[in-house]
C-alpha cells in the first residue's frame, strides 16, 4: 500500500456528512479517476452509492452490511471491501476509520 | 481563491487531533511546499504551531487569540489568519471550520 498519492488535484472543501461523522476530501487523478480521502468517527451510518466502490481501510474498525444481505462483516485497517454501484450499505464503527474510497 | 490544488502529493493518512475535534490531510507540492486541509468541529482548542502559518478558512466561524494577546478576534469563512512560529493560539470554533493551512 502506498502511503500517498502523487500528481492528484485536492479540492480544498471537505465533504462534511452525517453531522460530521464522516470526513472527507476529493482528489483526482491526471486519468480522471476519482477517489476521497476521510475518516468516519464511532457511529451506526448508511451510505448509498452511486458508483461501485472500494473502501481502503488505513486504520480502524467496522463492520458491514451490504444492502439485500443479512450477515454484518468485520473488517479493519489492512482490509478492504467492495460495494455495488447504486446499491447502499450499513456501517457500524466501533473505531475511528482512516479510509480512502475509490470510485470504479 | 482557487477551489482546488493541482499537481500535489497527498498523504493518504488522516491527521487526527483533540479527540477527533479536528481532522485533516496533509499535502506536498512540486516545490516542497506542504499545507494541510481539515476541518475543525466546534471546541475551544488550543494549537501549538512549528513553522509560521497562515489559516485560510473556506467555511466556518471561529474565534482567536494568538499567544500573549488578551483579545479575541472574530473570523469566518473567506477570511484568513496568520499565526507565527514557534507559538501557539487558542481557537473557540463556532460553526465547523475547514480550512487550509499554508506552512510559512
Known amino acids: 500500500m ?3 498519492f502523487d500528481n492528484v488535484s485536492v479540492v480544498k472543501k471537505a465533504n462534511i456528512y452525517f453531522d460530521g461523522k464522516c470526513v472527507s476530501h476529493n482528489i ?3 486519468d480522471g479517476t476519482k477517489k476521497s480521502i476521510g475518516v468516519i468517527f464511532p ?3 448508511t ?3 452511486g458508483a461501485p466502490e ?33 446499491s447502499s450499505f450499513d456501517i457500524e464503527t466501533l ?6 474510497c475509490h470510485f470504479g
Open 28 to 30: 483526482q487523478f491526471a
Open 95 to 100: 473505531e475511528t476509520l482512516d479510509y480512502v
Open 54 to 86: 472500494i473502501m481502503e481501510l488505513n486504520a480502524g474498525k467496522c463492520r458491514i452490511r451490504l444492502k439485500g444481505e443479512t450477515e454484518w462483516k468485520n473488517y479493519e485497517g489492512g482490509q478492504s471491501f467492495n460495494v455495488p454501484g447504486n
Open 47 to 49: 451510505f448509498n452509492t
Open 2 to 4: 502506498t502511503t500517498q
Open 43 to 45: 457511529s451506526s451510518l
